[in-house]
T-cell receptor, first 108, second 115 residues
Framework: RKEVEQDPGPFNVPEGATVAFNCTYS??????FFWYRQDCRKEPKLLMS???SGNEDGRFTAQLNRASQYISLLIRDSKLSDSATYLC?????????FGTGTSLTVIP | NAGVTQTPKFQVLKTGQSMTLQCAQDMNHNSMYWYRQDPGMGLRLIYYSASEGTTDKGEVPNGYNVSRLNKREFSLRLESAAPSQTSVYFC??????????????FGAGSRLTVL
């Protein structure tokens, strides 16, 4: 069983739309959670950490539900520049585990 | 801000050839990692080094060796390349392994093709 399961999409949404991604994880002892963004043929870069109380950074909101073992990312008012692959990441022990990524394309 | 630097960016090998991917970080991070990324598979950990002087296997270590040369540098060696090792390789570092919210910082990646 994979540590992290993520819907690969693709999600194709119009500019201005709201889109949400979810990830589920299997290890209840997972300690830290993150969303990374990866542009085509580039390295992943940290988008935001995910805290138990939920956290927001501009148009982006991340939430963690430890009871149901999932994390989510909400993007409001999508921009063309949001087109990328979004990776959920969890940190357990000495290792980081990655979802396969969800592809988002924002259409004009 | 150099961050994590990987070399080479591109490499083509023939089956059976050997090569070393180099990685260096200038953030004084304790932990370093090597991942490979394949379509539909996500990022998979090959080896990691929690601190200088230690290395451990990750999910897919077969066919690879690593050396943590010093705190800054962590190299990945393919002794006898195989077509199954065609992939994009990412080096990453974090301040420390273990508990606490550690952020991974990645290098730009090395695209390896084995013919």
């Amino acid at each position: 069983r994979k540590e992290v399961e993520q819907d690969p999409g693709p999600f194709n949404v119009p500019e201005g739309a709201t889109v949400a991604f979810n990830c589920t994880y299997s290890n209840s002892a997972s300690q830290s959670f993150f969303w990374y963004r990866q542009d085509c043929r580039k390295e992943p870069k940290l988008l935001m950490s995910v805290y138990s109380s939920g956290n927001e950074d501009g148009r982006f909101t991340a939430q963690l539900n430890r009871a149901s073992q999932y994390i989510s990312l909400l993007i409001r008012d999508s921009k063309l520049s949001d087109s990328a692959t979004y990776l959920c990441v969890l940190h357990t022990g000495n290792q980081f585990y990655f979802g396969t990524g969800t592809s988002l394309t924002v259409i004009p | 801000n150099a961050g994590v630097t990987q070399t080479p960016k591109f490499q083509v090998l023939k089956t059976g050839q050997s090569m070393t991917l180099q990685c260096a970080q200038d953030m004084n991070h304790n932990s370093m990692y090597w991942y490979r990324q394949d379509p539909g598979m996500g990022l998979r950990l090959i080896y990691y080094s929690a601190s200088e002087g230690t290395t451990d296997k990750g999910e897919v270590p077969n066919g690879y060796n690593v050396s943590r040369l010093n705190k800054r540098e962590f190299s990945l060696r393919l002794e006898s390349a195989a077509p199954s090792q065609t992939s994009v390789y990412f080096c990453a570092s974090s301040e420390k392994a273990g508990a606490g919210a550690n952020v991974l910082t990645f290098g730009a990646g090395s695209r390896l093709t084995v013919l």
